[in-house]
């Protein structure tokens, strides 16, 4: 079968390539892909291994064999999956505790810009407790997991102020609840009662520095590839507040129950996935770099040909 793996001589540092067709364990079923997302996190990923590496986790598509154990979706049943790697592909094996059933109506491509992204939103809302009426900063916003933490933010009443640097992403973010969007965390109006940063370098201390004195600050991503500095001495903001590194697979809920709710989320209306790229899987490269240009809106979907 044919699969997108890493190319170290490429001018995107992927290639289409014809690999083994995936052995299924027993707690596993078999998925014919049928779109898949492509994430920046995967983009650091691909520049750190080896050739032929096969990348990426979130998928969607249709069961040709069910799980051998019993468990998990029957044959012909359109699904939604977060694979541990190698979804894009023609097919992939996936334990059954990964995998969601999709609403009758729901597009795959829809479908596949929910796992990584809505997983970490979602899980999100959970690390930061109630935001109902709470002050909260989010920096990156204009990315998937920003998109979707808005929405679901803003449906607990958060009062959020969002940080994106795209007069037309503000306003998409501004239509999906945000209170206010402003270019850069410098900007932002405190105090805060919570923030969130998922760029690192000097966003993250000034958005510690725009908290209340108990306010909290969740640290779940480094995109600009600098880690961040505290002055111990600087005293504004949360000088008596807390810091927690949020990793979204660390839950105590699983993974199939999380794309079941974004599912029902996302067909009730009350979740926009926001798909800023879709294209034929032969594009994957385009993709890769047009989401390390920032010119990806939300998320990048490519669609499986055979």
């Known amino acids: 079968m044919k699969a997108i793996v890493t190319d170290g001589e490429g001018p995107t540092g992927v290639r289409l390539d014809e690999v083994e067709e995936p052995r299924a364990a027993?707690?596993?079923?078999?998925?014919?892909?049928?779109?898949?997302?492509?994430?920046?996190g995967e983009t650091f990923q691909i520049e750190s291994r080896p050739a032929g590496f096969r990348p990426g986790k979130d998928l969607a598509g249709v069961v040709v064999r069910a799980a051998a154990d019993g468990s998990g979706p029957a044959v012909?049943?359109?699904?939604?999956?977060?694979?541990?790697?190698?979804?894009?592909?023609?097919?992939?094996a996936v334990t059954t505790?990964?995998?969601?059933?999709?609403?009758?109506?729901?597009?795959?491509?829809?479908?596949?810009?929910?796992?990584?992204?809505?997983?970490?939103?979602?899980?999100?809302?959970?690390?930061?407790?109630?935001?109902?009426?709470?002050?909260?900063?989010?920096?990156?916003?204009?990315?998937?997991?920003?998109?979707?933490?808005?929405?679901?933010?803003?449906a607990q009443g958060a009062d959020l102020t969002a940080v994106s640097a795209s007069g037309e992403r503000a306003e998409r973010l501004l239509a999906l609840g945000a209170t206010q969007v402003v270019a850069d965390v410098e900007e932002a109006e405190g105090p805060f009662d919570?923030?969130?940063?998922?760029?690192?370098?000097?966003?993250?201390?000034?958005?510690?520095?725009?908290?209340?004195?108990?306010?909290?600050?969740v640290w779940f991503g480094q995109a600009s590839r600098v880690a961040p500095s505290f002055d111990?001495?600087?005293?504004?903001?949360?000088?008596?507040?807390?810091?927690?590194?949020?990793?979204?697979?660390?839950?105590?809920?699983?993974?199939?129950t999380?794309?079941?709710?974004?599912?029902?989320?996302?067909?009730?209306?009350?979740?926009?996935?926001?798909?800023?790229?879709?294209?034929?899987?032969t594009r994957t490269g385009e993709a890769l770099t047009a989401l390390l240009a920032r010119e990806v809106r939300g998320n990048a979907v490519l669609t499986v040909t055979t």
């Open 97 to 154: 505790d990964r995998i969601a059933p999709l609403t009758v109506g729901l597009a795959a491509t829809t479908a596949a810009a929910l796992p990584l992204a809505g997983l970490t939103a979602l899980r999100l809302t959970r690390a930061t407790g109630p935001l109902a009426s709470r002050r909260v900063l989010l920096t990156g916003a204009s990315g998937g997991v920003g998109h979707y933490f808005v929405e679901l933010a803003a």
């Open 26 to 40: 027993a707690d596993e079923a078999l998925i014919a892909v049928e779109a898949f997302s492509v994430n920046r």
């Open 232 to 256: 111990f001495f600087d005293w504004r903001g949360a000088f008596n507040g807390t810091i927690r590194r949020f990793h979204y697979e660390e839950s105590d809920v699983s993974v199939a």
């Open 76 to 92: 012909g049943e359109r699904v939604v999956a977060h694979a541990t790697g190698g979804s894009w592909a023609e097919r992939v």
């Open 194 to 217: 919570l923030a969130l940063d998922s760029v690192g370098a000097t966003s993250t201390p000034a958005a510690f520095a725009r908290l209340t004195p108990e306010g909290a600050l």
């Open 258 to 281: 999380d794309l079941a709710t974004l599912v029902r989320l996302t067909a009730g209306g009350r979740l926009h996935p926001e798909m800023g790229w879709t294209a034929d899987w």
